[in-house]
């Protein structure tokens, strides 16, 4: 479907900020539609002397004549007329046509759509008095309204320049309405304005009082007149109570100037939306601060281990414990990270990152320098995922480290490459050091750093590994992989389960 902006290129001579007055136009039309009960739409003069349908909107608060999409059709020949006289008078028109999917005649009102001091498109309004609501006092004020906003949209007082509302949460028409006089005093108050009203203890009669005498609002509607725009303010009326307001003032031209008529004042009882607003900020707080604690106790075991160390005397079980601490510590970062993220999923390279300067700092020797770098994007992963991949990175760094890299070489580059779909994960490490021993066979190695990274990935996250020697075509970056095999590639894929 053509949009506004492509109609008007296409077959219009309208100018960019004409444009930008119908674009706007186009963003509030909803809250006439809803007033007049009618649908409405916008047609644009093209070059070829016709009238095309630029967009269209149905009232929420009545029942629509056109049952199609009407964007993209030329007004037929009754409409034409009424459409032209409106465009040349200047003037708001009105008068009865037929329409296909009607089997009465149909009333229609063509406004003219005036910026600065040209009429620029022409918007209808169409309605079957078969179809349309009983008048009451609601349908009666309402349409005196939409009577206010036609001729401010006929004298390039509607829509507001620069205003847009925010269509996700502004109140509606149907959320409720009051109507203000020039004094801002209520004229008249919707049920759904008099029932929000009602939850915040207003229980006489608004009618007649001033919106400062009733306590509701009342800083929102004296800045709209005094501004003569549309302000949209948030009042916590009460403890239990938000209202989200949109007032509105009506104008009319008077001389050289303007002058304010009076006002609506949409308004919307939004207490539920913030509860929850609220409610989901301390469970985000709650679940950091958890992480938060996760992380310190974590970092007391592992003070408590170097402790214990110390007193140790044997050179294997210090180092078993030096490796615990590390390993310790590679968890205490994944909560660490997750104590700083909203929700509970963390980018997973967020991880990666600091994993790599740990092991950058605590793991080699300087003798044999090792740069460490990571690639892509590992998206965002549940700390259940997150946790023990960063485990099996640790050790595969290691390793890299450990037998990429003995003593004696000259050093060299590991990559950590991160790439993921919404299916999987696939991380790989690569380094350029002296590659796999011939016979090795990852599925007989009985290290416990390999069993750890088994462990993890097959039973734990139900992944794959694989490793294999490192090829020429694995050189990514500063990694540069010199003759075939050597260097070692570990390869894991890790399937989204969806839990
Ligand atoms: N990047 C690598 N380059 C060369 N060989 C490797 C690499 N990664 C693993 N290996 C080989 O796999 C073997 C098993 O590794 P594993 O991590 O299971 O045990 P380890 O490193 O020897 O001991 P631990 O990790 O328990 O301290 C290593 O001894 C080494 O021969
Ligand atoms: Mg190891």
Redo the contacts with the bound molecule.
């Keep these: 479907m053509p949009t506004l902006v492509e109609i008007a290129h296409e077959h219009g001579n309208t100018d960019e900020r004409e444009l930008a007055h119908l674009g706007a136009l186009v963003s509030e039309w909803g809250m006439l539609a809803d007033f007049c009960f009618a649908d409405m739409l916008l047609y644009l003069p093209t070059k070829d002397n016709q009238w095309m349908v630029a967009a269209q909107v149905r009232a929420a608060t009545g029942q629509t004549l056109y049952e199609t999409d009407m964007v993209g059709l030329t007004a037929d020949s009754a409409e034409l007329a009424m459409i032209a006289q409106a465009f040349t008078t200047q003037k708001v028109v009105t008068g009865e046509i037929r329409v296909v999917s009607q089997i009465e005649t149909v009333s229609l009102m063509a406004i003219p759509v005036r910026c600065d001091e040209r009429v620029v498109a022409v918007l209808t309004r169409a309605w079957s008095r078969r179809s349309g609501r009983k008048p009451g006092q609601l349908e009666r004020t309402y349409l005196t309204i939409f009577d206010d906003f036609t001729k401010m949209i006929s004298t390039g007082l509607f829509p507001f320049e620069g205003r847009v509302a925010d269509a996700t949460v502004a109140p509606r028409v149907g959320d409720g309405v009051i109507v203000l006089d020039a004094d801002a005093r209520v004229r008249y108050a919707s049920p759904n304005a008099v029932s929000a009203m009602h939850r915040v203890g207003v229980n006489t009669n608004a009618v007649g009082q001033s919106l400062a005498e009733l306590g509701v609002a009342q800083t929102a509607a004296r800045n709209a007149f005094e501004r003569r725009e549309p302000v949209v303010e948030e009042f916590e009326q009460t403890a239990e109570v938000t209202l989200l307001t949109r007032t509105i003032p009506t104008l009319k031209r008077l001389g050289r100037g303007v002058v304010v008529t009076g006002g609506v004042v949409l308004l919307r009882d939004v207490s539920e939306l913030r509860r929850r607003d609220r409610l989901l900020l301390t469970k985000d707080a709650t679940i950091r601060e958890i992480h938060h604690r996760v992380k310190n106790n974590l970092q007391t075991i592992s003070s408590l281990l170097r402790l214990q160390a110390r007193r140790l005397k044997s050179e294997e079980a210090i180092s078993a414990i030096a ?1 615990s601490v590390r390993r310790i510590r590679t968890i205490a970062l994944v909560h660490e990270t997750l104590s700083h993220e909203a929700g509970e999923d963390i980018s997973f390279v967020e991880i990666v990152r600091p994993l790599l300067r740990l092991v950058e700092e605590g793991l080699q020797s300087t003798d044999r320098p090792v740069k460490f770098n990571v690639q892509g994007d590992g998206g965002r992963l549940p700390a259940t995922i997150a946790t023990p991949l960063s485990v099996v990175i640790l ?2 760094l ?3 480290v ?3 890299f003995p003593e004696g070489s000259a050093g060299g580059s590991v990559l950590v490459t991160l790439s993921h779909d919404d299916k999987s994960l696939e991380i790989r490490v690569t ?1 350029n ?5 011939s016979d ?1 066979d990852i599925k007989a ?7 750890i ?1 088994r462990t993890l990935v097959t039973t734990e996250l139900a992944g794959t590994i694989q ?1 294999r020697p490192a090829l020429v075509d694995d050189s990514v970056g500063e990694l540069k992989i010199a003759t075939d095999g050597a260097g ?1 590639v ?1 390869e894991l894929k890790i399937p989204f389960t969806g839990e």
């Design positions: 490796e050790e595969l290691q390793n890299a450990d037998h990429g380094d050091g002296r590659g796999l021993r090795f190695a009985t290290g416990l750093g390999l069993s990274v490793m070692t570990v």
